[in-house]
């Protein structure tokens, strides 16, 4: 393989990866914008049936990891975009260090992002056995919200692992001899 088509390869890698990080970043966005709207905006919910239960979204260490993650998603994504424009510039000189950094900085996010995501679900899952299957209207919404919100940061984690995968075939070769 000659430079010309290997510096093709990695040009059109290095386009693929922008574009999944400006839609990874799209996906956060929208997810944090439901999430921050629909549910940490309530106040509370209170039910009068039996027993009177007050359910107060903003407390939730769930929903607070989950909007952490979130912010942390984006900054990385935004972070990505810059080096790898910057990468497209230098025309890769001094870009082993970057690609290094590119590489294990989507895995750590990725992984931080599929926590999240579950986080999310566990919240949602421990809100729905607090008030029981008497659900209000009201209450099922928010939480249909709050999990389309966690589906939304699961499908950013799968944009963020799928440029890991595609930053790992742009990493610096090494030679499979070691010397003693």
Known sequence: ?????????????????????FITIALLSVSFTILNDDILGTKYYRTYDDRSKTLQFRDTAGYQYMVATILLGIAH????????????????????????????????ISYLLVSGAIGG?????????????????????????????ATLLLLGFICTAVSSVISSYTLPKRSSTTTV
């Open 121 to 149: 679900y566990i919240a949602t899952d421990d809100k729905e056995e607090f008030f029981g299957k008497k659900n209000h209207d009201q209450i099922k919404s928010t939480l249909n919200k709050s999990n389309s919100s």
């Open 1 to 21: 393989m000659d430079s010309t088509s290997s510096s093709n390869i990695s040009w059109k890698l290095a386009i693929a990866t922008i574009v999944l990080r």
């Open 77 to 108: 994504s935004v972070v990505q975009i810059v080096l790898a424009i910057y990468l497209l510039i230098r025309k890769n000189k001094d870009a082993n260090k970057l690609l290094l950094f590119q590489f294990y900085g989507d895995k750590v």
